[in-house]
């Protein structure tokens, strides 16, 4: 990863590529750098890496990858039609290769991903529904290939800091978080074949973050030794 890669480099190229958007989506966009650890979470990224990005909403992540991180593709997922055609003509105009976005139906994760080899899912467990959670981790779970790796960056529901979370979302998503904490995604992860790597935790202003990097199992006999 370039070593140099700062949150001015990110704000600027956010910028660069996203001049049009409204007002709130310009915020989120384009200052989101300055409350979630995208630089944290583009080291996790060795060059030439097949990276997906699940909930990729506009492609910001994907594009700070194929920008600093040099994979040899990036695939995306969003339900949103109109925020992948955003991705697709990003990408189409920022000369990016190597690049695919595909509309996801909030039940079954397309074959594709099992071709990556790192998953991202940032921000997005705690606006699925509480019901969901669970089903949702198990099929991503599902769809990972032996030895890919799975970087969940979330908020940790036991801060009590996570009250400006709720309220983030309450504005800027008209909706109120199910937050889960990191030790109980760690229990999920680790139930679905999942070695966990790390965990590791970080506040930026008043928002609570943890990251968990999780490693897919490659032999079942392994699985059976985690679990016992």
Same mark, same amino acid.
């Given at each position: 990863?370039?070593?140099?890669?700062?949150?001015?480099?990110?704000?600027?190229?956010?910028?660069?590529?996203?001049?049009?958007?409204?007002?709130?989506?310009?915020?989120?966009?384009?200052?989101?750098?300055?409350?979630? +650890?995208?630089?944290?979470?583009?080291?996790?990224?060795?060059?030439?890496?097949?990276?997906?990005?699940?909930?990729?909403?506009?492609?910001?992540?994907?594009?700070?990858?194929?920008?600093?991180?040099?994979?040899?593709?990036?695939?995306?997922?969003?339900?949103?039609?109109?925020?992948?055609?955003?991705?697709?003509?990003?990408?189409?105009?920022?000369?990016?290769?190597?690049?695919?976005?595909?509309?996801?139906?909030?039940?079954?994760?397309?074959?594709?991903?099992?071709?990556?080899?790192?998953?991202?899912?940032?921000?997005?467990?705690?606006?699925?529904?509480?019901?969901?959670?669970?089903?949702?981790?198990?099929?991503?779970?599902?769809?990972?290939?032996?030895?890919?790796?799975?970087?969940?960056?979330?908020?940790?529901?036991?801060? +009590?800091?996570?009250?400006?979370?709720?309220?983030?979302?309450?504005?800027?998503?008209?909706?109120?978080?199910?937050?889960?904490?990191?030790?109980?995604?760690?229990?999920?992860?680790?139930?679905?074949?999942?070695?966990?790597?790390?965990?590791?935790?970080?506040?930026?202003?008043?928002? +609570?973050?943890?990251?968990?990097?999780?490693?897919?199992?490659?032999?079942?006999?392994?699985?059976?030794?985690?679990?016992?």
């Amino acid at each position: 990863m370039d070593q140099k890669i700062t949150n001015k480099k990110i704000i600027q190229l956010f910028k660069d590529n996203y001049p049009s958007t409204n007002f709130i989506d310009g915020l989120k966009i384009k200052y989101r750098a300055l409350i979630c +650890p995208f630089i944290d979470l583009l080291s996790h990224i060795p060059k030439d890496a097949k990276v997906g990005d699940i909930g990729c909403g506009s492609g910001q992540f994907l594009l700070l990858a194929s920008e600093f991180t040099e994979p040899s593709e990036v695939f995306g997922i969003e339900i949103s039609k109109r925020l992948i055609d955003n991705a697709d003509s990003l990408f189409l105009n920022s000369g990016k290769k190597n690049f695919q976005f595909e509309v996801y139906d909030g039940i079954t994760f397309p074959e594709k991903l099992k071709e990556m080899d790192f998953i991202f899912l940032i921000d997005v467990l705690h606006h699925v529904p509480k019901d969901s959670q669970e089903d949702f981790l198990r099929k991503l779970c599902g769809q990972l290939k032996p030895g890919a790796k799975l970087v969940l960056k979330d908020i940790e529901a036991k801060s +009590p800091l996570v009250i400006f979370n709720k309220i983030h979302d309450f504005i800027f998503a008209g909706e109120i978080g199910n937050e889960l904490s990191s030790n109980r995604v760690n229990e999920l992860l680790r139930k679905n074949e999942l070695e966990i790597i790390s965990t590791s935790k970080r506040t930026m202003y008043v928002y +609570p973050h943890y990251t968990i990097v999780a490693e897919k199992i490659r032999n079942r006999l392994n699985s059976l030794k985690i679990n016992l």
